[in-house]
């Protein structure tokens, strides 16, 4: 383990009032030591979200056995992690979106997505993906405070068809926080019947957290129903 390997200040600094543009910037920065970092900090994100997903495809009824084709986005995909894990289970037919190019970029060469789209995750609608476009979106280790906010939530609903799965994990510092706007997000697509809970679970996301408060998440699985 290479302990000299550490997040940058830039990405120590990212608050709720960072822009997207910074967001950016800190992980393209980080990006040639990002697996080094995450490996140092006993990241689990992608791990979690699979395990959801396996979870989810082997319920009756949840999600029972899709076919290896189904539309899957990796939302947030860094350089691939939940890409390779869904490639070892034979699925060929998966997106990776990232707002930092040079993350896409160390993602590209590892030959697991069918296509690479750079765009930043936002509470605004995003032209490059259709509403209803994919059958699963998964989001691990990108829905937290200082780099999506909490309306980008209803982007990936939108992004999902009816009947399909939205799985993400979140950092319980920024879940638990009603004013921080994402458990209330959840709710209020939950109440309006857009999606329904199948899961929701306290996980530990980082074994070795430079900072504690970093250490939890909710891994979290709505079923989209319209
Ligand atoms: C903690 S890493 C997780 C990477 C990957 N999902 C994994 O679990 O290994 C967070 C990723 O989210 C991306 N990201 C940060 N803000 C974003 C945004 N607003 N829209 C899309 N991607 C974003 C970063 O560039 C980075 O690749």
Excluded at 64 to 81: E, V
Excluded at 178 to 186: D, K, L, P, R
Excluded at 193 to 215: A, D, F
Aim: glycine share 8%.
């Amino acid at each position: 383990m290479d302990s000299e390997v550490k997040y940058t200040d830039r990405f120590l600094k990212l608050n709720r009032d960072s822009s997207v543009e910074e967001s950016k910037m800190a992980y393209d920065e980080m990006a040639p030591s990002w697996e080094k970092i995450s490996e140092n900090v006993g990241y689990k994100g992608h791990i979690l979200c699979v395990e959801a997903f396996d979870r989810a495809v082997s319920s009756n009824d949840v999600y029972p056995n899709p076919a290896k084709d189904i539309k899957i986005l990796d939302a947030g995909a860094g350089t691939g992690g939940i890409g390779e894990m869904l490639k070892a289970r034979g699925y060929t037919n998966v997106d990776a979106l990232d707002i930092s190019q040079e993350m896409l970029n160390l993602a590209a060469g590892k030959h697991l997505y069918k296509k690479l789209i750079c765009a930043p995750l936002s509470d605004t609608h995003m032209k490059e993906i259709e509403t209803a476009e994919y059958d699963v979106v998964l989001c691990a280790g990108v829905i937290v405070y200082g780099q999506v906010k909490p309306g980008a939530i209803e982007q990936c609903a939108r992004f999902v068809k009816p009947g399909g799965l939205f799985i993400f994990s979140i950092r319980c510092d920024s879940y638990d926080p009603v004013e921080y706007g994402y458990s209330a997000t959840c709710e209020k697509l939950e109440k309006s019947g857009k999606w329904k809970l199948i899961l929701k679970e306290k996980r530990e996301l980082h074994s070795t957290p430079n900072e504690e408060r970093y250490r939890y998440c909710y891994l979290i699985t709505y079923k989209v129903l319209q």
